[in-house]
């Protein structure tokens, strides 16, 4: 009997000095699960910025700018006043071409082209 009362005891010890390092561990694994500081973050593209990306990538006068969820969807009239093109950035500033197009009605273009407002 006396054993068995050893054994309780010691174990009892055992379990009260090691409970908290079992919380210590568990509460160290939490940290596993959040993004490491290395990790790139997220760069919000505002309008200003969507227009930028855009100009810089096919030249021109961007004719609509307008968002859709994260991407922003931007229509540029090429320097020529003939081309145009369908762009798409995202959330970082990379830009997508989705279509490119000759517009036959270049005259109606050049107004667009020609403007001197910014906005």
Do not use: C
Request: negative net charge.
């Amino acid at each position: 009997m006396k054993r068995n009362l050893y054994v309780s005891a010691a174990a009892s010890v055992v379990l009260l000095a090691g409970g908290p390092a079992v919380a210590a561990a568990a509460t160290g694994a939490d940290t596993a699960r959040t993004a490491p500081a290395s990790a790139v973050a997220r760069v919000d593209v505002d309008a200003g910025g969507a227009a930028a990306a855009a100009l810089k990538h096919f030249p021109g006068v961007v004719e609509s700018l307008d968002q859709d969820g994260a991407i922003w969807h931007v229509n540029v009239i090429g320097k020529d006043g003939v081309t145009n093109s369908e762009l798409e950035v995202s959330t970082t500033g990379a830009v997508t071409e989705r279509n490119k197009d000759r517009d036959d009605n270049a005259a109606e273009n050049a107004r667009l082209v020609g403007a001197q407002i910014t906005a």
